[in-house]
T-cell receptor, first 109, second 115 residues
Framework: DAKTTQPPSMDCAEGRAANLPCNHSTISGNEYVYWYRQIHSQGPQYIIH???NNETNEMASLIITEDRKSSTLILPHATLRDTAVYYCIVSGNTGKLIFGQGTTLQVKP | EAGVVQSPRYKIIEKKQPVAFWCNPI?????LYWYLQNLGQGPELLIR????????DSQLPKDRFSAERLKGVDSTLKIQPAELGDSAVYLCASSTGAFSGETQYFGPGTRLLVL
């Protein structure tokens, strides 16, 4: 399974878009990019995933570069409740998730 | 639709005591996972079940940890005897299958403190 690299922390102003980057330069053709987040004292929450194309749902958008070596999670209008640890994970054939340290996003008023 | 249910939410025990955690996955989800999350770290997979069969338990410390999923639905994770280093959050997740593109959904976790 490919490894991912994320910045350890980021800040975002409330109401602005939060753009969380992730590098996965060793990703292979059949591996998906997943994003989860974990708010303090809760279990990880699924946000979005994609293979090649950009994806959007009610929570976020996922932009995957054409070479698939990096991606960006976009929260279009961050709120204080979006403060959490965000995990970018590349998952292979068995669906196995290997969590890294993630990015701690702090949304500030 | 109900999510993954775990109980208890919190457990405090003394070292050398046994402890058990219970998980009820989302209805219709054949695949069930147990993860361990230490403070400040991401979750780590302990075991994966396909129906009632444990298909990936390579990270489960088998000297003190055991798990079962007898009827392919609910699952129990047990530690006997517990050690101080077992203090952590134990997460359960489920999915319809274990293949690329599937989504795992997590429960709230059981927070264990061993004194």
């Amino acid at each position: 399974d490919a490894k991912t690299t994320q910045p350890p922390s980021m800040d975002c102003a409330e109401g602005r878009a939060a753009n969380l980057p992730c590098n996965h330069s060793t990703i292979s053709g059949n591996e998906y990019v997943y994003w989860y987040r974990q708010i303090h004292s809760q279990g990880p929450q699924y946000i979005i995933h994609g293979l090649k194309n950009n994806e959007t749902n009610e929570m976020a958008s996922l932009i995957i570069t054409e070479d698939r070596k990096s991606s960006t999670l976009i929260l279009p209008h961050a709120t204080l409740r979006d403060t959490a640890v965000y995990y970018c994970i590349v998952s292979g054939n068995t669906g196995k998730l290997i969590f890294g340290q993630g990015t701690t996003l702090q949304v500030k008023p | 639709e109900a999510g993954v249910v775990q109980s208890p939410r919190y457990k405090i025990i003394e070292k050398k005591q046994p402890v058990a955690f219970w998980c009820n996955p989302i209805s219709g989800h054949n695949t069930l996972y147990w993860y361990l999350q230490n403070l400040g770290q991401g979750p780590e997979l302990l075991i994966r079940y396909e129906n009632e069969e444990a298909v990936d338990d390579s990270q489960l410390p088998k000297d003190r940890f055991s798990a079962e999923r007898l009827k392919g639905v609910d699952s129990t994770l047990k530690i006997q005897p517990a050690e101080l280093g077992d203090s952590a959050v134990y997460l359960c997740a489920s999915s319809t299958g274990a293949f690329s593109g599937e989504t795992q959904y997590f429960g709230p976790g059981t927070r264990l403190l061993v004194l």
